[in-house]
């Protein structure tokens, strides 16, 4: 069992920037894939990019490719969504996420945090 908690979520004006954590539970936190998802109101849960357990591995949605960046520290437990360059249209709750393994590219996500909301002002 795997348990993530996200935090950094905020309300910040179009241009802005903002820096997600989560932190994982566990001893194993260095073997596992990690993602990022962010779920806007009635709408379907989407794909915002994944890390691999080692870190020199990313993959990025293109809705914020070159605008967002993935990191982690195995030794904190923690990834990171770096946000910048913020539009309206990133407003969300964002979550993260793992298979809790190493697979990559992940296939599944069986864990899941609680989310966090961003909102982004026009």
């Known amino acids: 069992q795997v348990q993530l908690v996200e935090s950094g979520g905020g309300l910040v004006q179009a241009g802005g920037s903002l820096r997600l954590s989560c932190a994982a539970s566990g001893r194993t936190f260095s073997m596992y894939a990690m993602g990022w998802f962010r779920q806007a109101p009635g709408k379907e849960r989407e794909f915002v990019g994944s890390?691999?357990?080692?870190?020199?591995?990313?993959y990025y949605a293109d809705s914020v490719k070159g605008r967002f960046t993935i990191s982690r520290d195995n030794a904190k437990n923690s990834v990171y969504l770096q946000m910048n360059s913020l539009k309206p249209e990133d407003t969300a709750v964002y979550y993260c996420?793992?298979?809790?393994?190493?697979?990559?590219?992940?296939?599944?996500?069986?864990?899941w945090g609680q989310g966090t909301q961003v909102t982004v002002s026009s």
């Open positions: 996420a793992t298979n809790g393994d190493g697979n990559w590219p992940p296939h599944e996500y069986a864990y």
């Open positions: 890390i691999s357990r080692g870190g020199l591995m990313r």
